[in-house]
């Protein structure tokens, strides 16, 4: 699995939340099948995600920059949450940890 090409399809045609208000935001509510976190995701951050249970994170092993332009942006993401993946078949990351 291409994991650029399957984030892209799932912002594409799926429901992605980018940035780490929004992200946290969608973790309470319970509605994040997934979360991504850049490589440089600030620590204080990547510590809060430990404290929820039944969360899937992948880190991803790029920068935010990267990271952003992987989901084919113009600016930073250091934190993504997938809410619904459409066409992507991103959640299989799930199966294969």
Same mark, same amino acid.
């Given at each position: ?15 992605v ?12 509510? *319970? %509605?994040?099948? /997934? =979360?991504?976190i850049? #490589? ?8 809060? &995600?430990?404290?929820?249970?039944n ?16 989901? *084919? %942006?113009?600016? /930073? =993401?250091?934190t993504? #949450? ?8 991103? &959640? ?6």
């Open positions: 699995m291409d994991f650029n090409a399957s984030l892209r399809r799932a912002i594409k045609t799926g429901d939340i980018l940035g780490q208000n929004n992200t946290e935001k969608c973790i309470k509510e *319970g %509605k994040a099948q /997934m =979360v991504v850049a #490589a440089n995701c600030p620590e204080n951050f990547r510590s809060q &995600l430990g404290s929820y249970e969360l899937f994170i992948h880190t991803f092993e790029g920068s935010s920059v990267a990271l952003g332009k992987a989901c *084919g %942006k113009p600016f /930073m =993401v250091s993504l #949450a997938i809410v619904s993946p459409g066409e992507s078949d991103i &959640l299989s990351l799930k199966r294969t940890a």
